[in-house]
């Protein structure tokens, strides 16, 4: 196990060093001198602007740029956003709990949805009821985020007026308006967790069901809904436990157009404002953060699927 | 299990690989359906300045936000535009996005990936470490950053939807070239004498297109939505020229008065990306027997 870890830490470090470079970069491909924006009405004064560009070391060659935002960055130093004066690590943290929030009620949705929707497909496979389970996870998947978000405002909010069309109310100061206000967006995030989940448990649940133990199993007579419950599907969970750990991390880049749509103050929100503002520091914090979270998620799958598999567990 | 149906087919039928995943495919209903819709859309994107029965850049405010009638089957909008015609030049902006985005991500990523997996482990080893950081950032938010530094234009969305989505070209190809040297009829090129690069452009691409077509079908899929969420946020098509995602995102603030302006560019963007999933998925079981179902 601890090789094991080593060996991943050993490939993580050169991919996040690697996505700094990236992020770095990002600032090379903007049209035009950072520091005019940034300078405003005062553009005109050569002044501000030297002082603006000795601030933000742009006078200095690349390299020295970089190696200086890179220090800063691995002392948690994540850039100063240009409009809301605030640090953007800080931000960031402000923002997370809320779409952390989201993602988990959408991961459940999915996973509720998902799993024995997969389970039941692959059983009756090739029958009816796996036909309209395989539809319903194509229409899922094909479905953009944001418009079933809006067509779900227009149905629950505009025309039968049962929930709210957009806010946000925090889970420690109203957990019923909480739920009100984050279940239609967790649902539209959730239909896209469970059409994955939904695939990948069918994909795991055919091969398990054609395994020689569930052959045997059959052959000594146990019922056939204790094989496909005890003996097929707690080993399909395997790929789909860390499969799904994987799908956790992408809900954070569904989250933008949804928390947008839904005006939800969270991290995706928080993207979409950077953007519109041509906050430019707070949108490469936003890329590394997620690139982070999306590492490190992966290490967890990969130390559950260590974990939920003896066979590897022993191996190592 | 499917090189033995794959074998004894052939015995018995003499059909070359290629006819026989081509009949496959054209008796695939659903890829069919899937197929007969893309090429509706290309037509209506094709001959749109004809078959659209208005201007789409025409405003009067005489018609400001009418509800679908004859005379406009799908409404008209906030400045008195037909929806309708706007959705039909939409679809030349959501097409194109999807197809120039996908090839040029093909057309660099491909290369790339083979030269991950043919040439040494160092430059495998580079390739792989940037792919691996490319893909760390989540396809649409990476597409978002690069879209937002680059600045808004239809041009620099599909350039950042194409770099977002070539790691997942570099990644295929380089694991499909490492399959593919290792099998012998690889190993024969090489013993003839020919140089990498020749058994890599004449003897491994061959092989491994048919994994790229159902990859690049499907990644058309996720461009168009990419596509559609960049020009929702403004970062695409720049008004007064139609999207499907600026229209949805004009469309929210008359969600109580004019919902027909939410439904129908929605609705198009639903169906072409549902059409190239399932042309998509109708040729990964047509070409490529062996592989699972997957994710998006």
Known sequence: ?316 | MSAITTGSALIETGESPTRRALRKFLRHRLAMFGLAVVVCFVFAAILAPWIAPHDPLATSWARIRQAPSWAHPFGTDENGRDVLSRVLWGARASLMAGVVAVGFAAFIGVPIGLLAGLGGKWVDMLISRVADAMLSVPFLILAIALAAFLGPALENAMLAIAVSISPVFVRLARGLALDAKSTDWAEAARALGNPPWRVGLFHVLPNILPSLLVQSTLAIAEAIIAEASLSFLGLGQQPPNPSWGSMLNAAQRFMDTAPWLAIFPGLAIFLVVLAFNLVGDGLRDALDPRSQVGGR
Request: proline content about 6%.
């Open chain 1, 1 to 316: 196990m601890t090789s094991f870890l080593l060996r991943r830490l050993g490939q993580i470090i050169p991919t996040l060093f690697v996505v700094s470079l990236l992020v770095f970069g990002l600032q090379q491909l903007m049209p035009g001198d950072p520091a005019l924006i940034l300078a405003g009405e005062e553009r005109g004064d050569p002044r501000v602007l030297a002082e603006i560009r000795s601030q933000l070391m742009l006078d200095r060659p690349l390299w020295e740029q970089y190696g200086h935002w890179l220090w800063r960055l691995l002392h948690g130093d994540f850039g100063f956003s240009w409009r809301i004066q605030m640090p953007v690590a800080d931000l960031i943290m402000e923002k997370l709990p809320v779409t952390a929030q989201l993602a988990m009620m959408s991961f459940i949705i999915g996973a509720v949805i998902g799993v024995p929707c997969g389970v039941l497909s692959a059983v009756w496979r090739d029958r009816p009821a796996d036909w309209a389970i395989n539809g319903v996870a194509l229409f899922g998947i094909s479905t953009p985020n944001f418009w079933l978000g809006i067509m779900l405002i227009l149905l629950f909010s505009v025309n039968l007026g049962w929930l709210p069309p957009s806010g946000y109310v925090p889970l420690w100061e109203d957990p019923w308006q909480s739920l009100a206000t984050t279940i239609m967006p967790a649902f539209v995030l959730g239909t896209g967790v469970a059409s994955v989940l939904m695939r990948h448990t069918r994909a795991a649940m055919l091969t398990a069901l054609s395994q020689d133990y569930v052959r045997t199993a059959r052959a000594k007579g146990v019922p056939e809904r204790l094989v496909v419950a005890k003996h097929a599907l707690r080993n399909a969970l395997i790929p789909v436990v860390t499969l799904g750990t994987i799908e956790f991390g992408r809900l954070l880049a569904g989250a933008v157009l949804t928390e947008q749509i839904f005006t939800i103050p969270g991290f995706g929100k928080l993207v979409v404002d950077a953007v519109f503002n041509r906050d430019y520091p707070v949108v490469q914090g936003v890329v590394l953060a997620t690139a982070l979270i999306f590492v490190l998620l992966s290490l967890l799958a990969d130390v559950l699927y260590m974990l939920v598999n003896p066979r590897l567990r022993a191996a190592s």
